[in-house]
């Protein structure tokens, strides 16, 4: 089955910094790639995707790239907010698999004022 | 409401008694799914319900573990004979979009924070 890393799992920025979250996935069969943002007490949302037909997506401060031959994307905050802290989770699926998704471990981001 | 609606929103139990958690998915969301978050952990699969079709239940880790999904609206999770290992935070979710689609837009309730003691 897929399995999905993230790296890191905690990171710290000072605010207006840049941020960056890696993923690596092992299917590569899986074509859809979803970022989560969870914050305390919350379930995940849903803050930005990419498919694997696209290499790049970007929706104002955030931004997703996709590499498929090295199979790994990451996810890119630009100018970090105070309310950009949470826990950003990668997640990997592909159509066989319905809308199953696979999630990475997780990334605790804290932006420090 | 508009959202994923689950409850409780907190519970605890002994360890061996049974427990059921509820969730209300978003109306007219086809696909339902369950997944597990132990503490400072990702995501873990458990379930998925899509209409009418048998559910994807490769994920769930024991066979004290079932659910079910009653009039393709509200499912129900139970634990039977609970462990202290199952304390984490149930997490529903519904999507619009069924198998095949690859839309894969999940959209999660808050989640039933559970406690074996």
Do not use: M
Not at chain 1, 44 to 54: A, F, W
Not at chain 2, 14 to 39: F, M, N
Not at chain 2, 46 to 75: C, H, M, W
Not at chain 2, 80 to 109: H, I, M, N, W
């Amino acid at each position: 089955g897929e399995n999905v890393e993230q790296h890191p799992s905690t990171l710290s920025v000072q605010e207006g910094d840049s941020a960056v979250i890696k993923c690596t996935y092992s299917d590569s069969a899986s074509n859809y790639f979803p970022w989560y943002k969870q914050e305390l007490g919350k379930g995940p949302q849903l803050i930005i995707d990419i498919r694997s037909n696209v290499g790049e997506k970007k929706d104002q401060r955030i931004a997703v790239t996709l590499n498929k031959t090295a199979k790994h994307f990451s996810l890119h905050i630009t100018e970090t907010q105070p309310e950009d802290s949470a826990v950003y989770f990668c997640a990997a699926s592909r159509k066989a698999a319905g809308n199953k998704l696979t999630f990475g471990g997780g990334t605790r981001v804290l932006v420090k004022p | 409401g508009a959202g994923v609606s689950q409850s409780p929103s907190n519970k605890v139990t002994e360890k061996g008694k049974d427990v059921e958690l509820r969730c209300d998915p978003i109306s007219g969301h086809t696909a339902l799914y369950w997944y597990r978050q132990s503490l400072g952990q990702g995501l873990e699969f458990l379930i998925y319900f899509q209409g009418n079709s048998a559910p994807d239940k490769s994920g769930l880790p024991s066979d004290r573990f079932s659910a079910e999904r009653t009039g393709g609206s509200v499912s129900t999770l139970t634990i039977q004979r609970t462990q202290q290992e199952d304390s984490a935070v149930y997490l529903c979710a519904s999507s619009l979009a069924g198998p095949g689609t690859g839309s894969g837009k999940l959209f999660f309730g808050s989640g039933t924070q559970l406690s074996v003691l």
